[in-house]
């Protein structure tokens, strides 16, 4: 891979005492504070559109989370643009593609990183039916295996008005996370993307705002909300 396609590492692995990464620390917490009304142990992030900001959300959080002592997984559950083996530059030549498929076990999918306590399950190669992968019977089973090994599970999937494939994952997981870029994200689509997601009954943990300038000299902040919706 060239040097000017590789992705930076998640900050909250290359500057953990960073304002950006306390934020995620935040986010942390208020999924935390909603696990005590009901389990929250596997949780999805997703977005409108690419490019908002969701891959960045659901790997730091992971980093975060594992800091904190948890065991943490993150699944790269996009199988059609997956970029978590590249942001922890990690090779994609197995992953979940191939463990639904069964041509590899779990266990030799798994990556750990540098980060102590987690580990990464990368996408594998991009399969021509992913959705279907993603809404099979072998998925759901995946999970539930995977819920009895780690305490937290961060699937980063794809965009949700984009393709079906997040809608069918809401089905395995306790909640999901809605990542919304300030300065491009259409609030019409959002609406949408919201509606999209409550139609099917997913527990709708939170939006976080990326890309929100709140001072000259603070480029970028994260917020959390514990509401079920967005305003916007």
Do not use: W
């Not at 961060?154 to 300065?183: A, I, M, Y």
Request: aromatic content about 6%; some cysteine; overall charge positive.
């Amino acid at each position: 891979m060239a040097m000017r396609e590789r992705m930076q590492k998640p900050i909250s692995q290359t500057n953990p005492r960073s304002p950006i990464t306390e934020s995620y620390r935040t986010i942390r917490t208020n999924i935390q504070f909603a696990s005590v009304v009901d389990e929250t142990s596997v949780i999805l992030v997703t977005s409108t559109a690419p490019g908002e900001g969701k891959t960045s959300t659901a790997s730091n959080l992971a980093v975060v989370s594992a800091a904190a002592g948890k065991k943490v997984l993150l699944i790269d559950a996009d199988m059609r643009k997956p970029q978590v083996h590249q942001r922890f530059q990690v090779s994609n030549l197995f992953g979940l593609s191939t463990v639904l498929i069964r041509e590899r076990a779990i266990e030799s999918c798994i990556v750990q990183t540098e980060t102590e306590n987690l580990f990464l399950l990368t996408s594998g190669p991009i399969p021509p039916n992913p959705a279907e992968m993603l809404s099979s019977k072998a998925m759901a089973e995946l999970i539930e295996s995977l819920r009895k090994v780690y305490d937290f599970i961060v699937l980063d999937t794809p965009p949700t008005l984009s393709v079906s494939d997040t809608l069918n994952l809401t089905r395995v997981v306790d909640g999901v996370l809605f990542v919304v870029d300030s300065q491009r994200t259409n609030r019409n689509l959002v609406r949408r993307a919201i509606q999209s997601l409550q139609q099917v009954d997913a527990r709708v943990l939170g939006v976080v705002l990326n890309r929100a300038k709140r001072k000259k000299n603070e480029s970028y902040y994260y917020y959390y909300s514990s509401d079920t919706s967005v305003s916007v």
